[in-house]
């Protein structure tokens, strides 16, 4: 039962008593996993292009440009840095002051001139303890970079949002952030008429250190490339903020009698994308980003994903512009099927049977190109053929979560898999009369998942909405596209910083 405070918090937050009683209700019932066809492969899914394709794609990129196309790029940024310092809060919290050899700290020490905010930390440990970095790392004092690091007296990296960390520094000694570097690799791949949109979805508690930031950052990139940067911000809207719940399900309070709720993941971010006015939008998360003089492959690869988008999007018009007219014979009609099969990867009995009534429907979707990686290790969801509600398949990306890992036909095709999701993926997002989709239309809401947590030293179970380019973007069109592995270069750990990409 909600009491006064409660309907009165919920409106607060935008969120109806309707809305609040669905999001309690999955906590009882669960989300149900999907039915795969198979993982995603070069053979059934994934587009492999050669150098010629590739060529041909950039070129219908630029001349998008030069036809005065607009593209804009979104990048979430909300997430704090805490989790690349683990290491570092592990061991700054223990009694130790010298590193055990071979640990993460311990190869930190070593390469003490190869981090990229060095100059940032020596006047932290000045500040602090009156020697350089150099100077603790000889005396063995390896707790003490860490803390200096990590705290709030220090460089208060632990806190800090990854946008706003120094990620490279470059041989006349200037640095930039991974927000100067999402500035200047979006001009390089979307600037056109002299100008760029780039969107940064920002938490609440780090909105006016991104502004303090941008204040000096954009002015600085438009001076080196002659771009006009249009930088705007947007955060997480309450109203997708999802209920805790006691183990029971109830809905879990804090000890004023409050109920806890908690931001509902990076899905919730769809409402921010469908805020943007914007026809193409590339999105991109704020740690895959390297310095200038790596950047050839990515920016390449930019390129061939936005012209993959627009040469589907070419025919994708056309082919809805024949089923509109109802001009079309069993030629036509097979030509469309073999492009949405062969192309879009789409399989339905309506399909098979030609239905022009639905092949119309199914065209006319928001687009997405997502670019895939070969599976060498790293972490990320992955690209599938899976099972819509209607019966169709289609091409999805999946996490774990949404995959019934104790079924071994399930284990089987995930064993199978050879690519995984980078999230590097670019979108068209107006319909075939131009207008904006409202994406939130284009959700599935069964593709969110439960989590435990805790606050406080009470156990809770936290609601996930589907993430922003899985469940969200599911009744989306999708093109999976082979992209290298040199596009892909996150940084996770503050010692990713130190891999040879970020040098």
């Known amino acids: 039962m909600l ?33 795969l066809k198979g993982s995603a492969r070069p053979e059934e899914g994934i587009h492999v292009l050669d150098e010629a394709e590739q060529d041909s794609a950039i070129a219908r990129w630029q001349r998008f440009l030069a036809d005065g196309g607009r593209a804009a790029k979104f990048v979430p940024a909300s997430g704090a840095a805490s989790r690349m310092f683990k290491s570092l809060f592990s061991f700054a919290e223990g009694n130790e002051q010298t590193a055990p050899a071979g640990s993460p700290v311990a190869e930190l020490v070593d390469k003490l001139d190869s981090l990229p905010f060095r100059a940032e930390l020596d006047a932290a440990a000045v500040r602090m303890y009156d020697m350089d970095a150099a100077a603790l790392a000889a005396a063995g004092r390896h707790r003490d970079i860490a803390t200096a690091i990590i705290s709030p007296e220090g460089m208060n990296y632990g806190a800090l949002p990854k946008a706003l960390l120094t990620f490279h520094r470059y041989s006349d000694g200037h640095t930039r952030t991974s927000l100067e570097e999402q500035l200047y690799e979006g001009v390089q791949t979307v600037a056109a008429d002299g100008r760029i949109d780039i969107h940064f979805t920002v938490s609440a508690d780090h909105h006016k250190l991104f502004e303090q930031k941008l204040a000096s950052a954009v002015p600085a990139a438009e001076a080196e490339t002659g771009i006009k940067i249009n930088v705007s911000l947007s955060e997480q809207k309450p109203s997708t903020d999802t209920p805790a719940a006691n183990i029971d399900g109830t809905p879990f309070r804090n000890d004023a009698g409050e109920i806890v709720f908690r931001p509902g993941g990076h899905g919730a971010l769809i409402e921010n994308l469908n805020d943007l006015d914007a026809t193409v939008v590339f999105i991109k998360n704020i740690d895959n980003v390297v310095p200038e003089g790596r950047r050839a ?50 399989s339905a009995p309506e399909l098979d049977a030609a239905d022009p009534e639905y092949m119309l429907a199914k065209l006319d979707r928001p687009l997405r190109v997502c670019g895939m990686v070969r599976n060498e290790g790293e972490p990320g969801g992955g690209p599938y053929i899976a099972y819509n509600r209607d019966g169709s398949t289609s091409p999805q990306i999946l996490e774990s979560t949404q995959i019934d890992t104790s079924d071994p036909e399930a284990a089987a095709m995930m064993a199978k898999a050879t690519h995984f999701n980078p999230v590097d993926l670019v979108c068209y997002v107006r319909d075939l009369d131009g207008e904006p989709y409202d994406l939130r239309e284009y959700v599935d809401p069964d593709t969110g998942f439960i989590s435990s947590k805790s606050l406080a030293g009470r156990e809770l179970r936290a609601l996930e909405l589907p993430g922003l380019w899985n469940g969200a973007m599911s009744d989306w069109n999708t093109v999976f596209v082979e992209v290298p592995a040199t596009t892909f270069n996150p940084v996770k750990t503050v010692n990713d910083l130190l891999r040879p990409a970020h040098q």
């Open 3 to 35: 009491s006064n405070n409660d309907l009165e918090n919920l409106s607060h937050r935008g969120i109806t008593p309707e809305q609040f009683n669905a999001r309690m209700q999955r906590f009882a019932t669960g989300f149900p996993y999907l039915r």
């Open 297 to 346: 492959d990515t920016l390449r690869h930019k390129k061939v994903l936005g012209g993959v988008l627009m040469q589907v999007h070419d025919s994708i018009s056309h082919y809805a512009d024949i089923l509109s007219s109802g001009q079309f014979g069993p030629a036509e009609l097979a030509e469309i099927a073999d492009f949405m099969h062969d192309t879009l990867c789409i």
